[in-house]
């Protein structure tokens, strides 16, 4: 699948309790520009341990990561359907990618898949 992306380009970092004070993280890019490789800034919200706040930073850290393996999955599993499985399974995992993968570049993709 080719998938037109304009985000930007991985390696995501964390810089920690950088941000709001030393509550929030910001996410970076590799390009080392400062302020200006800030990407995205995780608040600290109703989390008393922090746990959920450092959670959802490495959840947005690996963004582009997941993104290009989601891709390659769905090619794998794309190219079995396409061979003729039958597997529902299959069918309803290369769904559920192309859902996500087009959540994350921000278009509908053809859901030629049935079943």
């Known amino acids: 699948m080719k998938v037109e992306t304009s985000h930007t380009a991985a390696p995501w970092t964390i810089h920690w309790n950088m941000a709001q004070g030393g509550d929030g993280h910001w996410i970076m890019d590799a390009q080392d520009h400062g302020e200006l490789s800030r990407v995205a800034m995780v608040a600290f ?7 959920e706040t450092r959670s959802n930073a490495r959840l947005i850290a690996a963004a582009p990561d997941l993104l290009a393996a989601l891709i390659a ?7 079995w359907l396409m061979e003729g499985s039958s597997d529902p399974l299959d069918a309803a995992a290369v769904r559920m990618a192309r859902e996500a993968i087009g959540k994350a570049v921000g278009v509908e993709l053809n859901l030629r898949v049935l079943g």
């Open 45 to 51: 919200h109703d989390d008393q341990s922090g746990d």
């Open 73 to 79: 999955c769905h090619d794998q599993l794309d190219g």
